[in-house]
């Protein structure tokens, strides 16, 4: 044999899904023989199966199905059935009993172990008995390096396993999992950030890979997540009569509690916590009526939802500024909230933004250098994620901007004009002034844009330093003085910046768990959340529990335990105004 083709023969095995692209006619005889030896142990083989001569297999069954591989160095024993496409890699291991779908990979260095030794005290351990549940794993899933899977556990369809997981339990399908125990991080179909995608690999900054071990300080297995799932159980429980309470019959409109004004947002509100937690529309009206209510709200001539009037009438709003937008915050706000209520609802605006339509690019660069950065971030950024969210509803209605290339003038100046210290944009506060300015400002400024958008944040790990720093402000964040507001504009740009890099994760998490413990403490049976201590300027509907501070804690606990990693408990996730995933793939082009 000479050194070309013994060079040739060591690659296949340890990339053996070129073998039929690229063996040779005497290597291709050799794999044939190779397999007829194995068949007379009983192994079946599909068409275009390799397994190589450097693996050892010594199965009492062997079933593969076509396009499958076992990689050198891999050891199979037992009874083994693969699918279609599979791949079993080097120096993985698959013993005991093992059932394999189609399209499953299964990475180097990972064990599958179908069996198991007891380990009474009576006997040595090498004279206690096997058990053989076995391991069965469904089509289409990755497994990857160095993990270990146990004898018992199925593995749903669509699962992605993280390197180094130790898997003790079912995993459902669609989930991505990681961590030693593994433990559920998202469902794979939601629209992911490259964090969770390198964690699958091991490709992990900041030693985010040790973090999601589970080894760390405050791994929250155990009691934070059976917390968290009996307050699930119990929101749901009391959902219908908590949106009920805020319910006028007498107007037939909602209010944030009862005996308070009827609003607009409090009409959201109720829709997007029975999304949440029932899965339906608030049962005062048919869903149609509610989008029916929700649309005919929108001012023709700006495209703005203005808030009721004092007698509960269509409201008014003020004259529009010089260049031509209309300064209403409540209004602006109004563009999320009904926006992402119709979405809950199956509908739509019925008009576009027109404000946001008729903005020029040179009229936008120029509003946006009026801003106050520097006094009032908070405003500035709660005026670009109305801005923004209003060019991604007229997307939606396929409605084109005043010229080409407006939104693309967004994100250049956000771009250009970002702080590479903070990762944010404004002033960056003192000790006195603290930074609540900044980070409040940056969740709003980001929600809208590059959360919206689905774009990655620049400056991630500057971003987490600040608001990290931001989160141990006692003034805001000693307990009884959090705020929904404050709480949310900490923990969403930490999630929203984890994607991107595992910089400093564990402090991230020990400050997530605390939060998270805490917010679960503040439920009131029968009426929800409050909203929490006033802000800054005496924002917030205050400290009585109502639809505005339920709906808004109801997606922090989930973003606090996502980060902590026991979100899966809660069983629902955020499909509104606060939804973690981008309401629209970047590129900015209208959905076909």
Not at 205 to 214: F, I, N, R
Not at 257 to 280: K, M, N, Q, W, Y
Request: charged residues 20%; proline residues 7%; contains cysteine.
């Amino acid at each position: 044999m000479d050194a070309e083709t013994a060079l040739d023969d060591a690659y296949f095995d340890y990339c053996p899904w070129d073998f039929v692209g690229r063996a040779s006619a005497g290597q291709r005889a050799a794999q044939d023989a190779h397999q007829r030896r194995l068949a007379e142990s009983g192994a079946r083989f599909g068409q275009r199966c390799y397994v190589s001569p450097a693996a050892g297999v010594f199965t009492d069954t062997l079933r593969l199905g076509t396009d499958s591989y076992i990689a050198g160095h891999a050891y199979v024993t037992g009874e083994v059935t693969a699918g279609d496409d599979c791949t079993v890699n080097p120096y993985a291991t698959v013993r005991g009993r093992i059932t394999l779908g189609d399209g499953v990979r299964i990475g180097a260095h990972s064990s599958l172990l179908g069996f198991n030794h007891g380990f009474a005290p009576d006997r040595p351990v090498h004279r206690q008995p096997l058990t053989n549940e076995g391991i069965t794993v469904g089509d289409d899933v990755w497994i990857g390096s160095h993990v270990v899977v146990l004898d018992g556990v199925t593995i749903g369809d669509h699962c992605v396993v993280g390197a180094g997981a130790v898997v003790t339990k079912d995993l459902a399908p669609w989930t991505v999992a990681a961590g030693n125990p593994a433990r559920p991080l998202r469902d794979r179909r939601a629209q992911g950030g490259p964090l969770r995608d390198r964690a699958v690999s091991g490709d992990l900054p900041g030693g985010l890979s040790d973090d999601l071990s589970g080894d760390g300080p405050g791994d929250p297995s155990g009691d934070l997540g059976d917390a968290v799932a009996r307050f699930a159980d119990r929101a749901r429980a009391q959902a219908a009569d908590l949106v009920a309470r805020c319910w006028n019959p007498d107007t037939g409109r909602y209010t944030d509690r009862p005996g308070a004004p009827a609003t607009v947002r409090a009409h959201c509100d109720a829709v997007e916590i029975a999304d949440l937690l029932l899965g339906s529309p608030p049962e005062q009206l048919a869903a149609d009526e509610h989008a029916a209510r929700l649309r005919a709200l929108q001012d023709p001539g700006s495209g703005l939802v203005p808030e009721f009037a004092p007698d509960g009438g269509p409201g008014v709003l003020p004259a529009p500024a010089a260049d031509g937008w209309i300064d209403d915050g409540t209004a602006e706000y109004h563009v999320l909230a009904v926006g992402y209520a119709l979405d809950l609802l199956g509908s739509r605006l019925t008009q576009p933004v027109h404000l946001v339509r008729r903005m020029t690019a040179s009229q936008l660069l120029a509003r946006l250098e009026s801003l106050p950065w520097r006094t009032r971030t908070w405003s500035a950024g709660a005026w670009v994620d109305c801005w923004a969210t209003g060019a991604h509803r007229n997307l939606e209605l396929g409605v084109e901007d005043g010229q080409p290339g407006v939104l693309e003038a967004l994100f250049g100046w956000l771009t250009t004009r970002v702080d590479p210290w903070t990762g944010m944009w404004g002033t960056a506060g003192s000790p006195a002034a603290g930074r609540l300015q900044l980070v409040n400002g940056y969740y709003r400024l980001t929600r809208g844009s590059y959360a919206q958008f689905g774009l990655d944040v620049p400056y991630a790990e500057r971003v987490v330093d600040t608001v990290l720093a931001h989160g141990r402000d006692q003034r805001w964040f000693a307990a009884g003085r959090e705020n929904a507001c404050n709480v949310l504009d900490v923990a969403h740009p930490l999630w929203l910046a984890g994607r991107r890099s595992g910089h400093r994760t564990a402090e991230v998490r020990a400050w997530a768990e605390e939060q998270l413990t805490r917010a679960l403490g503040r439920w009131r049976d029968g009426a929800g959340f409050g909203f929490g201590p006033a802000g800054e300027g005496g924002g917030g509907p205050g400290r009585e529990p109502g639809l505005q501070g339920t709906e808004m804690w109801l997606a922090i606990v989930w973003l606090l335990a996502d980060l902590v990693g026991v979100a899966d408990r809660l069983a629902y996730r955020p499909r509104g105004v606060h939804r973690p995933e981008p309401a629209r793939s970047p590129g900015f082009a209208t959905p076909g």
